[in-house]
């Protein structure tokens, strides 16, 4: 309890606004407050021990259980509140509304607000931790909402699964799209500072590693689409299978740490159509035949300049090449050839009856 008695003014715990509640470890918070009030259409309770993910073992269960009631109860008997019913708030998971727990003596005050909260605990004698005495002085108090910094903001959003989800998604599309196009750097950079933010978040959240194979097999339904004609079938197989490993990507039983259904789709959807897109643009660009280089001179026509007998001059793309006719072939001025190959800056060609 030393943590406790080491404040240094006394601790006034109310539960607002209207709608919240103090529930889990906020339940325990609230009993170790010197005062604890309660704006009307809160509640409080439900301090039952769980884990993030999987279950205890019956044995450490009963552990937990009887640690987190005795702590409780502690809190509460220091406090002069009801300890046997705090107690329920553990063992049963029983849940208070703020009459409820007025009636009970689990909390001291109902409030409108911070300033009614003030005026009916002005002049009001609390006995700290430590067992001395302390009048509370509250007339006149102002309230001063504590404001966040940027860091603990960007945890804060960071935190989210649903954020975290986004992050990853965006910015492994930016690597990828800086590997596609080596050099434009913001994309890779951008990317990679996505990534690692996200991660981040997810390696404090239970992981299920069915979602993360389901989000390995959507990736693959994805680049598989670009490469095989599938008349869409892989492309929504992989849009299913992202929606899915999204959804069952965090293993937790509380809402506020799963990925939600309309995240996953808003995600799944357009990073499809976009990573289908992309890859199928690669992979074509790629089958392509090269148009720049010396390797792009091959395959091209031209016309003989001079006589090739077998060596000469030809004129391809308006340029002017020294040649060799392919297998000593003599090709008289004005004949249409076509470029075989190239070695160094002399062309080998053959004669292109076609003329196309």
């Known amino acids: 309890m030393e943590k406790f008695g080491a404040w240094q003014v006394p601790i006034i715990g109310y539960v607002t606004p209207s709608g919240g509640r103090a529930a889990s470890a906020g339940f325990f918070l609230l009993k170790a407050c010197d005062v604890a009030a309660m704006a009307p259409g809160t509640n409080t309770g439900a301090a039952h021990p769980v884990l993030l993910s999987g279950q205890m073992d019956p044995d450490m269960k009963r552990k937990v ?10 809190l509460a008997q220091k406090r002069g509140r009801n300890s046997e019913l705090a107690e329920k708030a553990v063992m049963e998971s029983k849940s208070f509304t703020e009459k409820e727990a007025l ?14 909260l003030f005026a009916q605990l002005d002049g009001r004698e609390v006995v700290r931790f430590d067992g001395h005495k302390q009048t ?9 909402t504590y404001q966040p910094n940027w ?22 599309l930016g690597i990828y799209v800086e590997f596609s196009s080596p050099g434009l750097i913001a994309p890779g950079v951008a990317g ?29 339904f994805f680049a598989l689409e670009a490469k095989f004609t599938s008349h869409g079938v892989l492309g929504f197989g992989g849009a299913v299978a992202m929606v899915l490993g999204a959804v069952l990507l965090i293993d937790s039983p509380l809402p506020e740490l ?31 035949k090269v148009v ?21 001059k030809v004129q391809v793309r308006g340029e002017y090449w020294n040649a060799i006719a392919q297998l000593g072939a003599v090709v008289e001025p004005g004949a249409k050839v076509r470029v075989v190959g190239i070695q160094g800056l002399q062309l080998a060609v053959k004669p292109d009856p076609s003329g196309e």
């Open 65 to 74: 259980e009887n640690d987190a009631s005795a702590s409780l109860r502690s």
């Open 103 to 116: 009636d009970n003596h689990l909390i001291e005050r109902i409030a409108r607000d911070e300033q009614d």
């Open 136 to 144: 509370l002085r509250l007339a006149g108090a102002a309230v001063t």
């Open 151 to 172: 860091r603990e903001r960007i945890i804060s959003a960071v935190a989210d699964p649903n954020i975290a989800l986004i992050l990853i998604v965006i910015g492994a």
């Open 192 to 220: 990679a500072i996505s990534v690692l933010l996200g991660l981040s978040a997810l390696s404090v959240l239970p992981i299920n590693w069915a979602g993360v194979a389901l989000l390995i097999l959507a990736f693959t």
């Open 258 to 288: 799963r990925v939600r259904l309309t995240v996953a789709i808003a995600l799944a959807v357009p990073f499809a159509l976009i990573t289908t897109l992309l890859l199928t643009l690669v992979i074509r660009a790629r089958a392509n």
């Open 292 to 312: 720049t280089g010396s390797a792009g001179m091959v395959g091209e026509a031209g016309v003989a300049i001079t006589q090739l007998a077998p060596e000469g």
